[in-house]
Nanobody
Framework: QVQVVESGGDLVQPGGSLRLSCAAS????????VGWFRQAPGKEREGVSC????????VYADSVKGRFTISRDNAKNTVYLRMNSLKAEDTAVYYC??????????????????WGQGTQVTVSS
């Protein structure tokens, strides 16, 4: 079955850290750019970060720049999102998906995506 599964979300206090994982099965994730997106209650889904196939190039939304780090381990067919200095406004369901070059650059999911269940991140004291 071709799919990506997100994991690692949790309840964390402001200022805390989490590492999200995006594990692929049924296909080679290293053939694709991968983006992380998030959707907070009552808001539209927004792009958070993107990584190139080699991992050499990354893109971040201004709201997470300097706090989040995207990386990949192609041997494990997995992409990660390390989130530090978490804020209440980071609370959302986080999703990962393969993206095109333009989607990676713009952090906008232009084309149809078969979104998974995502992983819930809640930042609260």
């Amino acid at each position: 079955q071709v799919q990506v599964v997100e994991s690692g979300g949790d309840l964390v206090q402001p200022g805390g850290s989490l590492r999200l994982s995006c594990a692929a099965s049924g296909f080679n994730l290293d053939e694709f750019r991968v983006g992380w997106f998030r959707q907070a209650p009552g808001k539209e889904r927004e792009g958070v970060s993107c990584i190139s196939r080699s991992g050499d190039d990354t893109v971040y939304a201004d709201s997470v720049k300097g706090r989040f780090t995207i990386s990949r381990d192609n041997a494990k067919n997995t992409v990660y999102l390390r989130m530090n200095s978490l804020k209440a406004e980071d609370t959302a369901v986080y999703y990962c998906t393969t993206v095109t070059t333009s989607e990676c650059t713009s952090l906008v999911a232009t084309y149809f995506k078969a979104w998974g269940q995502g992983t819930q991140v809640t930042v609260s004291s």
